[in-house]
């Protein structure tokens, strides 16, 4: 007599394909932080520059205005942005509805970057104002450190589930 052997173990429905889709979603998740980060270091990286620049650079343009220093760093640093994230970050996920849809990703993104710039904006005032560090190090903290750390992830966030919620044409949508 032979014996029968033991039944292999059932795996419920979906589960393997689930798993796989879990992972595969977060290999997504990550690689679209990873491109989101490269496109805010560059940012950074300008807004920063710029920043300085028009302070303490050459005829120190802004020295004493450092509120209006970091609107217009902030406002290139928003274009090369904008330009990174539409086109490499979120390509997947633009809208491609025509004029009308493309004006509402823009005016989405343009409103979430005045948000995080008020974000960063407003560290720096309280910073410099309000507490009375008005060294070029507590400027550049306030404004590029917190500020920007908390301004990114706003942005990030509201790029994710506000600004960028179309799919191109011919790929899948994952959130």
């Not at 419920?12 to 889709?21: D, L, Y």
């Not at 009308?100 to 995080?116: D, M, P, S, Y």
């Not at 710039?117 to 309000?130: E, F, K, T």
Request: proline letters at 3%.
């Amino acid at each position: 007599m032979t014996r029968a052997s033991a039944p292999a173990p059932v795996r419920p429905a979906g589960r393997i394909g689930s798993t796989w889709r879990s992972r595969s979603e977060i290999v997504a998740r990550v690689a679209e932080m990873a491109r989101f980060g490269s496109v805010g270091l560059l940012a950074f990286v300008v807004d920063v520059g710029l920043f300085n620049l028009l302070r303490f650079g050459p005829g120190q343009v802004l020295l004493d205005q450092p509120l209006t220093a970091k609107v217009a760093s902030v406002s290139v640093a928003v274009l090369v942005a904008w330009l990174g994230n539409r086109y490499w970050t979120f390509a997947t996920r633009r809208s491609t509805g025509g004029a009308a849809a493309h004006g509402t990703e823009l005016a989405r993104f343009v409103l979430a970057n005045l948000i995080g710039m008020g974000i960063a904006v407003g560290c720096l005032a309280v910073s410099h104002y309000l507490l009375g560090f008005t060294t070029a190090l507590a400027d550049n903290i306030a404004a590029n450190g917190v500020g920007l750390a908390l301004g990114t992830l706003f942005r990030y966030l509201a790029y994710r589930h506000w600004v960028f919620t179309g799919s191109a044409v011919g790929t899948s949508r994952t959130r």
